[in-house]
Nanobody, 121 residues
């Protein structure tokens, strides 16, 4: 059984910052890419950022220069530091991990349940 649990969401004023965390637990043998998506009410799920096991990162244009993704491989955890937040960043943020369950030869994507981020004055 594998679980991804996000934390760190909340409400913040425009220009503020939040740091999201997502910890993967369970019978995990290996994790490749980890990342973040977001989904605002009435909108499609949107990719935000990805980080490889080796630390290479990619960002959506809408967050480049404001968000920073990082990970702690020893703790199977990925982070998203969000600075200069805007109202349009308001969404449920979900983490994703491409991982291999112990005893399985296949990598599959696992999702967290999401954490709400609200940016409003």
């Amino acid at each position: 059984q594998v679980q991804l649990v996000e934390s760190g969401g909340g409400s913040v004023q425009p220009g503020g910052s939040l740091r999201l965390s997502c910890a993967a637990s369970g019978t995990i043998f290996s994790i490749n890419n980890m990342g973040w998506y977001r989904q605002a009410p009435g909108k499609r799920r949107e990719w935000v950022a990805t980080i490889s096991r080796g630390g290479s990162t990619n960002y959506a244009d809408s967050v480049k220069g404001r968000f920073t993704i990082s990970r702690d491989n020893a703790k199977n955890t990925v982070f998203l530091q969000m600075n200069s937040l805007k109202p349009e960043d308001t969404a449920v943020y979900l983490c994703i991990a491409g991982l291999q369950v112990s005893g399985s030869g296949l990598f599959s994507d696992y999702w967290g349940q999401g954490t709400q981020v609200t940016v409003s004055s």
